[in-house]
Structures are given as structure tokens and as C-alpha cells.
């Protein structure tokens, strides 16, 4: 592997980040933080108090969409699109946020791939083919969730509520993958967030998708499950690998 | 309809009172808010940013006016607070970086429609192609690194395609400067159009410098880099066809007044109730604030301020989509350049600009790179993707 990204070397480097590299001034800073006053009574609790008020208003992140209305102003497909659009929307939701994730996801191993390619691969570690075949997986599976969201008279266009908080969540994640000076051993605990995250979401929406009586579609979302589980399993292998050979 | 700014007297100053609870309140929707509320939000945010600016540079230049100017601006930096906030904390960077960009299409479209100056709405229209263009390369972007779909904020409003391309709009600065009106001569419109879109532009100018190092991937940093660098010339742009003569109080007076005039176009057109009402307590704060600082005018410059200020406010900007009208200004005008106050076709542009630009693109184009064979659609280029990907799982 090329030295790329300017992995730290395991010995002794420059972080200035402890206490033990400020000798003199650490303690001078700790002792007089000590001998101060604070100017309000009360401890952590304050703060989470005043964040309740603001829980208490009850005001969401968002809501679904209304139901698809034509041109002419009638409701289209109105009994098809109970559940999708209105109503329990729940499915809905989380078809929208699976959809999402896998999308980021798509994006997030091209830049895994791009990072590997400059470095070169190495071994233990994943190689350019293995991460090619995840994210065409991860492709599939967003164009999986799709024709599933379109069958069910949904819009695949839409952000709900829970592919929003998905996007939140996944931020970290991203600026792990697309920052240039991260190694891939970093880049694969990232993704090991996200592949876990990956596949409770899809155990659930198997387990929503039967509920509603979609047996069909449940299948071919076990199915989606079944690959997810490998690529946790894939990732973790990678990344045990590569750490326990430097240990 | 006009409202007339010397019979309503708003809030006196001494009631423009505030809380840190009032101060942050709970934010709008993402989702569910219309894209237009945004941007009037961030719209407002970056007027009242231009307020606090230009009272600080007022003060340094005028000793005697430095307590009245402080007493308003610390009004004007908590009205931009309560705004400003209205932001959610889910509208990520990129997603509130298309929002701005929104905002400068729509708005300046507006503007560009209205502007009785041929020559000034010339300029608005030379600037809109530009920020149009910045709407698909941040488009491309969003999709391409974080595999997310500009249209969840855009919301169908305003056109995902290129404009005057970014690569081509870094210019020699005395290819940036415009004529100025005739503070004499010109219509009040002209000067609320001209103050509204440079404090516009100001904004985003310091929200692109601020945000730009937050992003990890080299290729966004690269590229907020250079679309800021294009809003520092937008600014530079916009505030060079204000009248340089007008005296310090003239253009606090107008200021108050622009202030004014978009809250109150605000209000007009605003869907969500909660956030009328603060379009509408601002916009009396402003009239408070307008009649504080006629009232200063009187002393300090012996004059009326019907002499500086229009006796009803004008029509307000018109927050609806202006496709059309983009796209036609679009079609006649995307290979206009500058040279110098003037603008000329392509082939006319001065070799100071050629030369800049050769150079500032010498390395690599950030804005080519990020939308290379870019065209949005609908769900992400991932959704018209190889449709054969998207067969069983």
C-alpha cells in the first residue's frame, strides 16, 4: 500500500490533545478550575430541562405527503395509496428511509472504492472487486426499494420524516468516507456503522412489510437482508483483520 | 397596494423587546414547510445581517452616531437571530447552501422583472444566470457525494440545469464594477432593489466562507471556494450600483426602509401562520426603527426625509416560481460577458478576465469536476441509472 493518506505511524507522534503534553500549564488549568465558582446552581439536569420545553411544543420534523393529485385535481388511485401516502404511514416511512439509506450508501462505498484505488489495495483488506460487487448491492437494493414504493402507489421522489433523521444520522459517516486523510481502516468502521445500521433497518422492514400483507414484496426483501447480513459480516471480517495484524 | 411609511409609526423602539426563549423558537419544516418560506427566511436573515454590517461601518466612520446606531442594530442583530433560527437543524449544509441559491434565483429574478432601469435589471439579470448555474453544480454535488436529491428543498420551483457556467464567471475586478443610479434620479424601487439583493448576496458570500471548511471531501471545499469567490464578486457587483454619493443617514434611511419593504412583501405572501406573525411584528419593528432614524435625519442633515424616501412602499418581491422567465433570459443571454461597466458577447471580453480566469483554472475547474455529464433527475442520477442494476437483489 502506498503511504497515502499519512497514516500515523503506530509509535509516538504529535497530538497535543492530552493533558500529559501541557506538564506545567495542565495542572495550573486544572487547579484553577477547581478553585472557581460556578454562577448558577444546579448541574446537567438544567439543561435538559430547558430541552423539554421545546419537546413539549410537540412540533415533528415533518409529516408524509398528502395523497397524488392529477392535473385536474382528483385524487389518483385513492384506495391503492392508503398506507403509502396516508394514513398508518409507517410502511411508507420506512420504505422511504431504506430507500434513502441505500442510496447514500451507493455513494458512500464509491468513495470507499476511490480510496482504495488511489491507496492500492492491501491484504488483510478488502479488495477493488469485493467493494465493486457491495455497491452495485447497495444500487440494487435502492432500486429495489423503488419499484416497491411506486407498486404501492408511493412517490420515490419523497423525503419522509424518518429518511430525514436517516440523512442526520448518516452525516458522520459521510465526512468519514470523504475526508481524504482517513485511512480505510477508518473508512470501514464507518461503514460498519452504517452496514449495522443497514440491517436492522431492512430485519424491520421485512417484519413491516409482511404486517401489511405485502408477502411478495417481504421476500424479495429478505432476500435484500440476506446480502446486507453479508456485507456486515464482510466488513467486520476486513476491519478485524486489518487491526488485529497491527496489534 | 402601498403602505405608507410616514402614517405608520410601528413599534417605538423601546418596545422592541426580546427573550432568548422568543429569540429561539421552534423551527420550520423542512419537509413540510414550503419552499418559499425558506427562502424569506433566509432572505430576511441575510437583510438583517446587511443592517448589523452596515451600522458597524457606519459607526466607525461617524462618532456622534454611534449610540443611536448601537441602540438599532442591537435590535437589528436579535430580529436576524429569531430568523435566522427558524432554520432546522436537519436542513443540512449543502441542503441550506440550494436554499440559498433559491433564493437567488427567485429573488433576483423578481427584482430583474420589476426594475424600472433597463441597466440595472440588465445586471440582475447577468447575476441570476450566474447564481442559477451555482443551483446545479451544488445540485451535482449533493447527489454525487452525499447521494441526495436537490429537488427535497427546490420542491419543483426553479430549474436544476446549467446556466452561465461558474468555470466562466471569474472575472478581472474592474470587469465587476456597474454604473451606480442617481440617488437624484432614480426611482425608489430601484434603490430597495439594489440595497435588497447586495445584502442578498453579502450573505451568502459569509455563509459559503463559513461553511465551506466544514465539508470533509476535497471537492466540495474546492468548490464552495470557488462559487464563494463568485459571491464576493456578486457583491462586489451589486453594491457598486448603489450611488456612492449618498450620504451616510441617506442610506440609513433607505436601509430601514428596504428592511421595511421585504417584511412586508414577507407577510403578503406568507402560508405558514406562525411565521407571518414574525413577518409581521418585524415589519412594524421596522417602521419604529424607520421613523427613529427619520426623526435623527432631521437633526443631523436639517432635511426631510421625503426628500430620500417614497411616500408608499412599492409591490413587494413576488415569492412564486419564475421558470419562465429564467429560462428566457436564459436562452437570450447566458453568453453575455462584462467589460468593465458594460455588457458585451463572448468573444468581446477584455483579456484582464481571460487572463484571471486562465489562471485561477490553471489546476482544474471545481465546478467542471463536480458536474461532469451531470443532468439532475428526479430521485438522484442514481434512480436513471442502468435500470439493469435495479433488477432483484
Known amino acids: 500500500m502506498k503511504s497515502g493518506t499519512q497514516a500515523a505511524p503506530d509509535g509516538a507522534g504529535m497530538n497535543r490533545t492530552g493533558m500529559i503534553t501541557s506538564p506545567l500549564m495542565g495542572p495550573e488549568m486544572t487547579e484553577g478550575a477547581a478553585a472557581a465558582t460556578p454562577s448558577s446552581p444546579g448541574g446537567p439536569e438544567q439543561l435538559l430541562l430547558r430541552r423539554a420545553e421545546y419537546i413539549s411544543e410537540g412540533f415533528p420534523l415533518g409529516s408524509p405527503p398528502p395523497p397524488p393529485v392529477s392535473l385536474e385535481g382528483v385524487v389518483e388511485g385513492a384506495a391503492q395509496v392508503v398506507g403509502m401516502t396516508t394514513g398508518v404511514g409507517t410502511l411508507a416511512d420506512k420504505l422511504s428511509e431504506r430507500l434513502a439509506f441505500e442510496r447514500t450508501g451507493t455513494r458512500l462505498y464509491e468513495a470507499l472504492i476511490n480510496k482504495v484505488e488511489t491507496l492500492g489495495e492491501s491484504r488483510p483488506g478488502p479488495t477493488l472487486a469485493e467493494l465493486r460487487e457491495i455497491r452495485d448491492e447497495e444500487l440494487r437494493h435502492f432500486h429495489l426499494v423503488r419499484e416497491a414504493v411506486t407498486s404501492l402507489g408511493g412517490d420515490p421522489t419523497v423525503q419522509s420524516p424518518c429518511a430525514d433523521v436517516a440523512a442526520v444520522t448518516s452525516l458522520g459517516v459521510l465526512q468519514v468516507l470523504t475526508d481524504p486523510r482517513t485511512s480505510v481502516a477508518q473508512c470501514l468502521q464507518a461503514v460498519l456503522t452504517a452496514e449495522l445500521t443497514d440491517n436492522a433497518g431492512w430485519e424491520l422492514l421485512v417484519q413491516l412489510t409482511r404486517a401489511a400483507g405485502h408477502e411478495e414484496m417481504a421476500k424479495g426483501f429478505q432476500a435484500a437482508l440476506e446480502n446486507e447480513a453479508r456485507h456486515v459480516e464482510t466488513v467486520r471480517g476486513w476491519l478485524a483483520a486489518m487491526l488485529t495484524e497491527k496489534v | ?393
Open chain 2, 1 to 393: 397596494m402601498g403602505l405608507d411609511i410616514f402614517k405608520e409609526k410601528g413599534v417605538p423602539l423601546d418596545k422592541q423587546q426580546f427573550t432568548w426563549r422568543e429569540l429561539v423558537q421552534a423551527p420550520t419544516s423542512k419537509l413540510d414547510d414550503d419552499a418559499f418560506t425558506r427562502v424569506r427566511i433566509i432572505l430576511m436573515n441575510g437583510l438583517e445581517s446587511e443592517a448589523v454590517r452596515f451600522s458597524h461601518a457606519c459607526a466607525r466612520m461617524n462618532r456622534e452616531l454611534q449610540l443611536p446606531l448601537a441602540r438599532v442594530r442591537r435590535i437589528d442583530h436579535h430580529q436576524q437571530t429569531l430568523v435566522n433560527w427558524l432554520l432546522p437543524a436537519d436542513l443540512s449544509p449543502i441542503e441550506t447552501t440550494l436554499a440559498f441559491e433559491q433564493v437567488a434565483i427567485e429573488v433576483t429574478a423578481s427584482v430583474a422583472e420589476r426594475e424600472p432601469d433597463p441597466y440595472m435589471a440588465q445586471v440582475y439579470r447577468f447575476g441570476l444566470l450566474e447564481d442559477f448555474d451555482h443551483l446545479y453544480r451544488f445540485s451535482a454535488l449533493y447527489d454525487r457525494v452525499a447521494g441526495g436529491d436537490a429537488n427535497n428543498i427546490i420542491q419543483s420551483y426553479s430549474d436544476i440545469m446549467p446556466g452561465r457556467p461558474t468555470s466562466v464567471e471569474h472575472r478581472d475586478p474592474a470587469d465587476d464594477l456597474r454604473e451606480y443610479y442617481d440617488k437624484r434620479k432614480a426611482a425608489p424601487l430601484t434603490k430597495l432593489h439594489a440595497a435588497t439583493i447586495t445584502a442578498a448576496e453579502n450573505q451568502t458570500r459569509d455563509y459559503y466562507m463559513t461553511i465551506g471548511p466544514q465539508f470533509a471531501d476535497p471537492v466540495a471545499r474546492q468548490l464552495y471556494a470557488e462559487i464563494a469567490s463568485i459571491e464576493e464578486q456578486h457583491t462586489t457587483q451589486y453594491e457598486s450600483i448603489s450611488d456612492a454619493t449618498e450620504t451616510w443617514m441617506e442610506k440609513w434611511l433607505m436601509r430601514e426602509a428596504m428592511e421595511a419593504y421585504n417584511y412586508m412583501g414577507c407577510s403578503q405572501y406568507e402560508t405558514n401562520p406562525r411565521i407571518k406573525a414574525v413577518w409581521d411584528r418585524f415589519l412594524d419593528y421596522e417602521l419604529g426603527q424607520l421613523h427613529f432614524v427619520m426623526e435623527l435625519f432631521k437633526k443631523v442633515e436639517n432635511r426631510d426625509p421625503a426628500e430620500v424616501l417614497p411616500a408608499e412602499l412599492p409591490e413587494p418581491v413576488e415569492y412564486k416560481s419564475h421558470r419562465e422567465f429564467v429560462r428566457e433570459t436564459l436562452a437570450r443571454e447566458v453568453d453575455l460577458r462584462a467589460d468593465g461597466t458594460q455588457f458585451v458577447t463572448k468573444g468581446q471580453e477584455p483579456e484582464r478576465s481571460l487572463a484571471y480566469r486562465e489562471q485561477l483554472n490553471s489546476e482544474g475547474s471545481p465546478s467542471e469536476t463536480v458536474a461532469a455529464g451531470y443532468r439532475w433527475s428526479p430521485g438522484t442520477e442514481l434512480a436513471a441509472a442502468d435500470a439493469a442494476l435495479g433488477k432483484g437483489a
